[in-house]
């Protein structure tokens, strides 16, 4: 065999020695490179390169379609037949699969496809981190102390079936986490950004915000659990409906197991969901929140099926002026529920009509309320009403008639996405944001703050 290594001639490769009916193969090369720092000082850096092959096959037989998956990171062309017969192997000591579908076929080519991959490196950070060093600096005359890292990573997808498709996808993904803390340590602030190129953060105005939180917190409140007007920052609200993202399958609100279920049967498409103007949305080519623009599915599941790869992605609006607008569908569940196919994006933007920022909302506040910095550790506690708990973390300050008075105790909460959008009073303005607690799964997000006159503080916690 010829000795092959670009990823386009792995792919066509991998197709030329199936033997069964389909076939499917996903090369993805990563690249990453990261800082991390302590105390004010970088304390390492580092660059890495990986290649990962997922093979799927299918077996069409008299009782249906089988698939079989085999994924292997640093293939090389000595592995590429054995990988192929491992995924037809699979494919035939399977049962008919329950989501098979005709490959997806029919859609033109990306002209880069023959391309080299692209590759992130430490050039990532040309301007980033002399910005950083710089926040070092003031940091340090401030008498604080600066942890965290940034993550930069460039994921090049290449797509190949047997049915034609030959299709490329570049994504990068940046994040930045800064954490701030007192010398004591008694006092932590955090704020992160997402980002494509790390070209559009401000460490100094991270900072900023940072040195501001902890000199709220130099004056300590001790509250009791209970329902409180709260403030949920962009970073919450996003942690909250990806979660509802992920809930909203069609095929589960169908058969009753959601919140999106109706009671007697059927869903709650159509029903209005908030009294407030919110759209919920999703679209490949969102600016500063581009993601593949087809599908691209390593595995199937509840939201993705192997068999819709490659199928084209179009804008979507979950939840449309307030009112429940599409649930997700591969082709296999909208034939199920007679709903439209409604792929899972990988991105999501919330749009209320706001126009207010963080820092408004709170000068607008009458009476006691409570500002958030972020959500962590959410489960969920009832998927009938996606009742979700969590913990809030790293800052929660008390605002009495438009000033922060003071920082007060965690709380654990106990809250529904869905039932939050039906008791929203206010709505900021849409932004890019990071999730603290999905940060590592999902990280193209835009929303709003949140305004909620009654938020659930179930009890006190000694998180922090």
């Known amino acids: 065999m010829s000795r092959v290594s670009k990823p386009y001639e792995i792919v066509e490769r991998a197709l030329e020695l199936s033997t069964t009916d389909g076939l499917v193969v996903i090369a993805d090369e990563h690249s990453s490179a990261n800082l991390r720092w302590a105390g004010n000082a970088l304390t390492t850096n580092g660059v890495t390169r990986r290649r990962t092959l997922t093979v799927i096959a299918t077996v069409d037989g008299a009782e249906g379609t089988a698939s079989g998956v085999v994924s292997r990171s640093a293939v090389t062309a000595d592995d590429l037949e054995p990988l192929v017969r491992a995924a037809e192997a699979?494919?035939?000591?399977?049962?008919?699969?329950?989501?098979?579908?005709?490959?997806?076929?029919?859609v033109p080519s990306s002209p880069d496809f023959t391309d080299a991959p692209a590759e992130t490196g430490s050039e990532v950070f040309a301007d980033f981190a002399p910005a950083l060093g710089d926040a070092f600096a003031r940091a340090r005359?401030?008498?604080?102390?600066?942890?965290g890292f940034a993550n930069h990573e460039l994921t090049s997808t290449y797509l190949g079936t047997s049915?034609?498709?030959?299709?490329?996808?570049?994504?990068?993904?940046?994040?930045?986490?800064l954490n701030a803390k007192s010398p004591d340590r008694t006092r932590s602030a955090w704020?992160?950004?997402?980002?494509?190129?790390?070209?559009?953060?401000?460490?100094?105005?991270?900072?900023?915000?940072?040195?501001?939180?902890?000199?709220?917190?130099?004056?300590r409140i001790d509250l009791p659990a209970g329902r409180y007007e709260t403030l949920l920052p962009p970073t919450a609200v996003a942690?909250?409906?990806?979660?509802?993202?992920?809930?909203?399958?069609?095929?589960?609100?169908?058969?009753?197991?959601?919140?999106?279920?109706?009671?007697?049967?059927?869903?709650?498409?159509?029903?209005?969901?908030?009294?407030?103007?919110?759209?919920?949305?999703?679209?490949?080519?969102?600016?500063?929140?581009?993601?593949?623009?087809f599908v691209i599915a390593h595995s199937s599941g509840d939201s993705a099926s192997v068999f819709d790869n490659g199928l084209p992605l179009a804008p979507t609006d979950w939840i449309r002026d307030g009112k429940l607008e599409r649930l997700t569908t591969t082709r296999h569940s909208a034939?199920?529920?007679?709903?439209?196919?409604?792929?899972?994006?990988?991105?999501?933007?919330?749009?209320?009509?706001?126009?207010?920022?963080?820092?408004?909302?709170?000068?607008?506040?009458?009476?006691?309320a409570l500002l958030l910095t972020c959500l962590w550790y959410i489960r969920e506690v009832d998927p009938a009403t996606l009742l979700l708990t969590g913990l809030t973390r790293d800052g929660v300050y008390l605002v009495e008639d438009g000033q922060v008075v003071g920082e007060v105790n965690n709380f654990r909460f106990n809250e529904s996405p869905v039932d939050l959008l039906s008791r929203a009073s206010e709505a900021g303005r849409t932004e890019k944001t990071l999730p603290r607690e999905w940060g590592d799964w999902f990280t193209r997000a835009a929303m709003p703050a949140l305004r909620i006159p009654d938020f659930n503080m179930s009890s006190v916690s000694q998180g922090v």
């Not at 049915?163 to 986490?177: F, I, K, M, S, V």
């Not at 529920?337 to 000068?363: F, Q, W, Y």
């Open 163 to 177: 049915t034609g498709l030959r299709l490329r996808h570049d994504q990068p993904t940046g994040t930045l986490e």
């Open 141 to 147: 005359s401030g008498g604080r102390e600066l942890y």
């Open 90 to 106: 699979a494919a035939r000591g399977a049962g008919p699969a329950e989501d098979a579908q005709p490959l997806v076929s029919g």
């Open 191 to 219: 704020a992160g950004r997402s980002t494509r190129d790390f070209k559009d953060v401000d460490p100094a105005a991270m900072d900023a915000e940072l040195a501001q939180r902890l000199r709220w917190a130099e004056r």
């Open 335 to 368: 034939a199920l529920t007679g709903l439209p196919v409604a792929p899972a994006i990988d991105n999501l933007v919330l749009d209320g009509g706001g126009e207010r920022s963080l820092e408004e909302m709170v000068a607008a506040t009458t009476g006691r």
């Open 239 to 293: 942690d909250l409906l990806i979660y509802q993202l992920w809930s909203s399958t069609a095929r589960d609100a169908v058969e009753g197991r959601t919140v999106f279920s109706q009671p007697g049967g059927g869903t709650r498409l159509g029903e209005t969901l908030a009294p407030l103007p919110l759209t919920l949305r999703s679209d490949p080519h969102a600016p500063g929140l581009e993601s593949a623009p």
